[in-house]
């Protein structure tokens, strides 16, 4: 049984670390202001997708439909598996949300993509592009990008998951070509808050693709160069 004298020790040291907890609470609070007000301050339309964080996929997902904007008759697209390098991409090709500075676009087996539903609406954008996008000739929205040409992505499907009403798709995993957007416009000395946007939610930028899609590159043209 403890003393008395044990419990006024207790007793007095209860003081110091209830102020110390209440310190660490207070710092954490001012932490989250700070970064929710530096953030409002800096807040750029990335993408709606990412508006409110990012939410995880699911390893076991397996597949659902994509579908394009119109109110009626949409072009329905069916994919039969998990999606792949669901990234962010600042490019000035891939199909954007009004608004939105990026578009969100991954990769799928070009097997596991099947037009399921008002295909005789798809036009391609730019036959010339060694992404053939295959846009709704009414509402504008891409549903797949396909490359028939000999490319190191050959054999992959460009797509957007957000066109898509089932949960599950792989999460976005980067930011790609991140200085496109000042192509596009955007002001220069702003980039780096768009950077900064992207590492809050967890995301690397880059003004490439990711490394390892380019080191994926470059090994496909070293082996078509015989290096």
């Known amino acids: 049984m403890a003393s008395s004298s044990n419990r006024n020790i207790i007793s007095k040291n209860k003081t110091p670390i209830a102020v110390a907890a209440a310190l660490v609470s207070a710092a954490a609070v001012i932490t989250s202001i700070y970064r929710s007000v530096t953030a409002s301050k800096m807040s750029h339309n990335l993408h709606p997708s990412l508006k409110n964080g990012i939410t995880k996929g699911s390893p076991n997902f397996s597949g659902g439909k994509l579908r394009c ?66 846009a ?7 549903l797949f990008g396909r490359i028939e040409n000999d490319h190191p992505f050959k054999g992959l499907d460009f797509v957007h998951v957000e066109l898509s009403d089932d949960k599950g798709w792989q999460e976005p995993q980067f930011a790609a070509f991140v200085s496109s957007i000042i192509e596009q416009g955007f002001p220069a000395d702003k980039a780096n808050e768009v950077r900064q946007q992207f590492k809050d939610l967890g995301l690397e930028s880059y003004d490439a693709l990711s490394p390892p899609l380019m080191d994926a590159i470059a090994s496909w043209t070293a082996a078509k160069s015989k290096i």
Do not use: M
Request: charged share 20%; proline share 4%; with cysteine.
């Open 136 to 142: 709704c000739r009414d509402c504008g929205v891409h």
């Open 69 to 134: 904007k119109c109110s009626s008759d949409p072009v329905e697209v069916t994919l039969s598996g998990q999606v792949a390098h669901n990234h962010a991409c600042g490019c000035s090709k891939c199909w954007k949300p009004e608004g939105a500075l990026f578009s969100v676009v991954a990769v799928i087996p070009r097997d596991q993509l099947q037009v399921t539903a008002n295909g005789d609406k798809l036009t391609i954008v730019d036959k010339s592009a060694a992404i053939q996008r295959n």
